[in-house]
Structure formats: C-alpha cells, structure tokens
C-alpha cells in the first residue's frame, strides 16, 4: 500500500523522458536559474551594505517594476509573432551582458549604487522580454497530456536554483570578495547558451498576429474574459504583495545570525516547495485547480504571520519552508490552468499577462515590507503583511466564485477547441 500511495504522488519526469528539446531547454534554465539566484540575493545584499536602510533594499523592487509592466506586453506579443527559442537565446545574451557589468561596479573602490538600481531595471526589461518566450515553448515542445508533469518538473528545476543559489551566495557573501560571487554567476551562463542553440525551431502559430496596441489589447480582453484566469492572477498578486519580506532578509540575518546565515533564509521556502513539488503526482488528479489555489494562497499568509512571530533562525526557517510549500501548490495549479487551458495563438500574450501577475506582487511587496518596517519593526511589517494577505485571499474567493467552482476538465476540452478553430481558420486570416 506505502509503495502504491508513493508511485500516486511521486513525480512524473515523463517529459524528460520523451522531449529532447525539452530537456534541452530543462537543463538551461536550470543552470542559469541557479547562477541568477545567486545574483539575486547579493545584488539586494550590495545595496543594503553601501546603505544600511531598509527603504533602499525595497526600492529595487520600484526600479525592476516599471520596464517590467511594459516590457511584458511587448515580450508577450513577440513571442506569438516569432520564434520562441531565438528570444529566450537573444535573452539570455542580454542577461550576461548585465551580469558582466555587475562584476565589473563589483571590482571598483567605490562600487556605484545608481549602477546597481539601473542594472535591476534593465534586467526586469529583459526578463518582461525573454520570460513569455520562455513559458510559451512548454505547450510547444511537450504533449497536453503531460502539461502537469512539464509544470512540477519546472517548478522543480526553479526550486533547486532557489534552493541552491541562496545557500552558496550565502557562503560566497560571507567568504570572499562579491565580485566572485558574480562571476560565478557569468560562469554559468555559458552551459544555458549551449543548450538553448541546440533546441529546435519553433515557429509561431500559423497566421500569427503582428505585435501591436491591437494584438496586445486581444490578449488582454481575452485574459479579462476568462474569470478563472483572473482569479490566478488576483490571488497570487494579493498574497505577493502583503505577504512578500524578502526585502527583510538582510535585517533578519542580522538579527538571526549575521551575513552567513543570509542563504539560508532564501533558501528555506525553496525546501518547501521541493518537498511539495516531489510529491506532486496528486495533481494530475485534482481538477478542482482554483479552490486548490485560494486554499494554498491562504496557507502561505499564515505561514509568514509565523515567520514574523518567532525570534529563532530553525523556527523562522521551518515557516518559511511551510510558505514556500503552499505557494509551491498555488504556482502548480496556476500553472496547469495557463498551460492547459489557453489557446497556442495567444500564449506569448497571456504569459506576459501572467509574469505581471507574478511578478508586480513580490516587487510592490518589497517596497511594502520596506515602508513598513520603517513604522512597525521588520517583525510588525512580516506580521502584518501575512494578516492583510489571509484577509485578502478570503475576500477574492468570496468576489470569483466562479474561479473557486472551476473545473479544469472543461478548460483543456475548450483549448483544444480553440486551438481547432484558429488553424481551420488560418489561411483566412494569412496577409495576401
């Protein structure tokens, strides 16, 4: 019965098993996720040693927000327009271009602060750019029925970077000088480079749309048509943002530890989505996605409210494990909702749509964390920022209960309708 109960709900690699480009592309972001996570805990940590303040942490948050609302439209119509693997490899160029400039400001007497802001900003651009691309190559390169599995084995390859990059940034902050901690990161983006130039073309769907005001306005009036997509979006935005104290990190391990206990902060709420992501075979079973993503969205508040509770590093660390566990499961269900239920056309739009949605909440939440702990503490700012995110995520279920109710059998039988539609219908539409 254990062996039964444990094949139910381990993870399904199948698409490693029967997707070459997959794997491909599997294997660069992984390795690219894990240097750029390294980057992404001592960018914030350069900041807060030339400056001290938590404001000043929280405002890269503000700096990535802006390029990241507008380069996400346009990254989204892109990549329903053109090849979805020549912008994520034209992506990744740009990223270590910037990572080269972050280590060169790293070398300098006196690294320049406005340098690091601006290089914040530029790679929220590119992210708005590549990330679309990126997320649409998955209904592209992998079977529908295997959209589940390719969306845990995602979730898992981001976990291990987040869960690894953090705690060896940690080891490097403390130990060496932050240029090589970013070069570590450079080193690693020749293995994505690779990878990427090996997978195949894909080609836009046939009679795509050109990017334009009209073209991203279609994909936004789809999104706004689709109750259960808004309700993924509005959920995860409202717990980002109140319940979101990375920005706190540094004045926690301060509290907690010093400099060497930093990683572990970061790290922790990847062990929990690990631990949740290994035992996701049971979501291929589940078609109630939108209950299961407001039951989890209402777990990761409670677990921060905890996290602001206790002045223990081992306790702090364990209730950032349970908020990384259940927002581990909203991020699988959200993800099954995308991949399986919109139609290829509009995909590169829609993922746009949803990298906002994911993305707009942990930023803003940075800022909010910062203001915050100005007034009220770090702790009152985690505290109540888990609270506001509880009572948020109970009001929107009450506001879409259509999401609540939504059965994602019927979402996969109107994509693939859809889908159907559009290529019957596509030398009508093809420019004479």
């Known amino acids: 019965m254990l062996i039964r109960l444990l094949r139910r709900t381990a993870l399904d690699v199948t698409p490693l098993r029967t997707s070459r480009d997959y794997r491909l592309v599997f294997t660069a972001a992984g390795v690219s996720s894990f240097g750029s996570f390294i980057t992404y805990v001592t960018l914030p940590y350069q900041v807060y040693q030339l400056t001290g303040d938590p404001l000043l942490v929280g405002l890269i948050g503000v700096c990535e927000l802006v390029p990241l609302l507008v380069m996400a439209f346009v990254g989204g119509a892109l990549a329903d327009y053109l090849d979805r693997r020549l912008l994520v490899l034209g992506g990744e160029v740009g990223f270590t271009l910037l990572c080269g400039v972050l280590l060169i400001n790293s070398l300098g007497d006196k690294p320049q602060l406005w340098l690091l802001y601006l290089v914040a900003a530029l790679t929220a651009a590119l992210d708005g750019l590549q990330r679309p691309a990126m997320e649409g190559l998955t209904p592209r390169i992998v079977a529908p029925d295997q959209i589940p599995a390719a969306s845990a084995l995602n979730s898992l390859r981001m976990q291990l970077a987040q869960l690894g990059g953090p705690g060896i940034a940690g080891v490097l902050i403390a130990s060496v000088d932050l240029a090589w901690v970013y070069a570590f990161d450079l080193a690693t983006f020749a293995v994505s480079l690779v990878c990427l130039a090996l997978v195949r073309a894909v080609p836009p769907p046939p009679a795509a749309d050109r990017p334009s005001l009209r073209s991203v306005a279609?994909?936004?009036?789809?999104?706004?048509?689709?109750?259960?997509?808004?309700?993924?979006?509005?959920?995860?935005?409202?717990?980002?943002?109140?319940?979101?104290?990375?920005?706190?990190?540094?004045?926690?391990?301060?509290?907690?530890?010093?400099?060497?206990?930093?990683?572990?902060?970061?790290a922790a709420p990847a062990v929990g989505s690990m631990i949740a992501t290994v035992g996701s075979g049971w979501t291929a079973r589940v078609h109630r996605h939108g209950l299961m993503v407001v039951l989890a969205a209402g777990a990761w508040g409670l677990a921060i409210i905890g996290v602001g509770l206790v002045n223990s590093l081992w306790l702090a660390l364990f209730f950032l494990a349970l908020a990384g566990a259940a927002d581990m499961v909203s991020?699988?269900?959200?993800?099954?909702?995308?991949?399986?239920?919109?139609?290829d056309h509009l995909r590169g739009r829609l993922a746009g749509i949803e990298m906002l949605s994911y993305s707009t909440g942990p930023l803003l939440g940075q800022l909010r964390s910062g203001l915050a702990a100005r007034w009220v503490g770090v702790n009152g700012s985690i505290v109540s920022g888990g609270i506001l995110c509880v009572v948020g995520t109970v009001a929107l279920a009450a506001l879409l209960p259509t999401f609540v109710r939504y059965d994602g059998r019927n979402g996969l039988a109107r994509k693939q309708a859809e889908d159907a539609a559009w290529a019957a219908t596509a030398a009508d539409r093809a420019p004479a």
């Open 218 to 266: 279609t994909g936004l009036r789809y999104a706004r048509s689709r109750p259960e997509l808004l309700g993924t979006y509005l959920v995860d935005i409202n717990a980002m943002f109140f319940g979101m104290p990375q920005a706190l990190y540094p004045f926690m391990a301060e509290k907690l530890g010093g400099p060497s206990v930093l990683g572990l902060l970061y």
């Open 331 to 343: 991020g699988l269900f959200r993800m099954i909702i995308w991949n399986q239920t919109i139609p």
